[in-house]
């Protein structure tokens, strides 16, 4: 069977390269006799697929020496409590930047936990856009200073970490991380689901500076402490075996294809090839970002009239292509275009829309 067109959200597109390869190893991983999954985590085995990830990480992202690298369970969601936890400490203020849902989401969980504030918005324009870096109110009180670097749902994105602070800057990442070269020094914390850009769901990349740690609250339950993940190389507890083996091979994958900046060489032509028929549609498709502020990762777009949306859908469906419906939130389309989304994909998307529209003008 052809492999589908897949825009999905996330769990998203891997790479198939990768796919074929841990289906040959499936039974028989290594000489070992079983699959990865079948391995115990404390084998030499094991060990060696979890410690090459994590070089592989500070390898493709640079990564400084002054930083940790930790592999945890819980997903992104996991981190928006985890962070205040440790983070969030007595008299100092949280400062969440919301551009979307997943902001919402993060700053939800610290106001459970301390004093909070928000530092910008965009939601009176239903979040189409990155507000102004120079505008955000910070204040020595702050103990972080929180974004969003991808908003996935409405498909604005950051391009550029110039903000005006001097509070630590912190990050979820989810939905773009290793889609291009991040200055990491310009930031104490970064965290990242696995399932959009580096492999499937079950892990969590956190990449923190060991200054920060040193601060961090102590009572806390064991597994929601940063440090004990830091102590025990991520192997505290049993770690998702299998997600971290799937990384390892994205990670390679990555390498073998130009790094960070490869891909973002790559995520740029496929972002231009649908921003272009956006554009040049005379209105027929209306991107919901605003220009400046428009993601590479997530094209949201609406057709000119909402029932067109619908039948655009319906035909994209039945045309092989898969994951199109916008959020509910945004409404509309959405094209997912993670670093395992082929160029092939999004010029077949790109004709596709093109045909669309010539056919329902
Ligand atoms: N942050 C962002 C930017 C996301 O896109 C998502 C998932 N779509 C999340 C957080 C939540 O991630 P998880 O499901 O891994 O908790």
Not at 107 to 117: M, Q, R, V, Y
Not at 146 to 156: D, E, L, Q, R
Not at 207 to 214: A, G, M, P, R, S
Not at 309 to 319: D, P, S
């Amino acid at each position: 069977m052809a492999r589908a067109h897949n825009f999905n959200a996330g769990p998203a597109a891997l790479p198939v390269e990768v796919l074929e390869e841990a289906q040959k190893e499936l039974v028989n991983f290594n000489n070992t006799g079983m699959s990865v999954m079948e391995l115990s985590h404390r084998s030499k085995d094991y060990e060696a697929v979890h410690n090459e990830a994590i070089s592989l990480v500070k390898d493709l992202l640079n990564v400084p020496d002054d930083y940790e690298v930790l592999l945890i369970q819980g997903g992104a969601s996991l981190q928006f409590s985890m962070i205040p936890m440790n983070f969030l400490t007595n008299g100092k203020t949280a400062n969440y930047i919301l551009t979307g849902a997943w902001s919402e989401k993060a700053l939800k969980e610290a106001k459970a936990l301390g004093e909070t504030k928000i530092g910008a918005a965009s939601k009176e324009s239903n979040y189409t856009y990155i507000p102004d870096r120079n505008s955000i109110e910070t204040s020595s009180d702050d103990a972080y200073v929180h974004i969003t670097s991808n908003n996935t749902i409405f498909g604005t994105q950051y391009h550029d970490f110039d903000l005006n602070t001097s509070a630590p800057l912190f990050a979820d990442m989810s939905s773009d991380i290793l889609s291009k070269p991040i200055p990491v020094d310009r930031f104490s914390f970064i965290y990242a689901g696995a399932q959009k850009n580096l492999g499937p769901s079950g892990v969590t990349l956190v990449i923190v500076k060991k200054e920060l740690l040193e601060q961090s609250k102590e009572n806390i339950p064991t597994l929601l402490k940063y440090n004990t993940h830091v102590e025990k190389n991520s192997l505290y507890h049993t770690p998702p075996t299998f997600a971290i083996y799937m990384l390892n091979k994205v990670l390679h994958w990555i390498k073998d294809n130009g790094g960070a900046a490869g891909m973002q060489i790559r995520n740029k032509e496929k972002a231009e090839l649908l921003y272009d028929v956006i554009d040049n549609s005379g209105g027929f498709y209306k991107g919901h970002a605003q220009e400046e502020s428009r993601s590479y990762m997530n094209v949201t777009f609406n057709l000119k009239k909402e029932d067109l949306n619908q039948k655009f859908l319906m035909e994209a469906k039945q045309a092989g292509f898969v994951g199109l419906n916008g959020h509910r939130s945004v409404g509309g389309c959405r094209a997912s275009i993670y670093n395992a989304v082929s160029v092939e994909s999004c010029k077949a998307l790109k004709d596709f829309m093109i045909d669309f529209q010539q056919k329902n003008q």
